[in-house]
């Protein structure tokens, strides 16, 4: 069964702002990976089963105008991974984003405080190869937390979902 797309919702609620809740007017991914940051996460399939847990911890800086974003993966059954994104700011707020397991290029457009983030890229599922598709929406909720939700899918048909919750120190 097909998800429904994932929405952005402007933080108020029947024209008020939300209680204690104040989000950001804008998301600079630049000023918030730099240095670093710290987050947790999990994988659950298409039937909301929790599959995968996982630590990240991040390291951003700025080269050559471009975003390098190191990525250390820390899986609960012991794996370990690395990635590391080169991100340019091609202006309008639009972005792209490369890294060695990312087929192409990865196309993002921001919204405000949200990060609208896509790309495929090839996963290693019970010993074989499958191009997946990833569809990220980035929320930054404050100066130093960040959410995270990705749809993976496969020729259409939704896979699982991604929950990753960033957090600066």
């Known amino acids: 069964m097909e998800q429904p797309p994932l929405s952005h919702s402007s933080g108020k609620q029947n024209g008020a702002d939300a209680p ?30 929790l599959r995968r847990c996982f630590k990240v911890r991040i390291h951003g800086e700025t080269e050559d105008g ?31 984003g490369t890294a060695a397991d990312i087929q192409g290029q990865a196309q993002g457009v921001r919204q405000r405080h949200m990060l609208s983030w896509r790309y495929s890229m090839d996963l290693l599922i019970q010993g074989r190869s499958w191009r997946v598709h990833f ?35």
């Open 135 to 169: 569809d990220d929406r980035m929320y930054l909720l404050d100066e130093k937390i960040m959410v995270n939700r990705a749809r993976v899918s496969k020729w259409g048909m939704t896979l699982g979902t991604v929950s990753i919750f960033f957090r600066k120190p």
């Open 20 to 49: 204690g809740l104040s989000l950001p007017s804008a998301l600079d991914i630049y000023h918030y990976f730099q240095g670093e940051t710290q987050a947790y996460g999990i994988f659950e399939d298409r039937f909301g089963k």
């Open 66 to 96: 471009r975003l390098r974003l190191t990525e250390d993966f820390y899986y609960d059954d012991g794996e370990e991974s690395q990635r590391i994104w080169l991100i340019t700011d091609e202006g309008d707020n639009r972005f792209t």
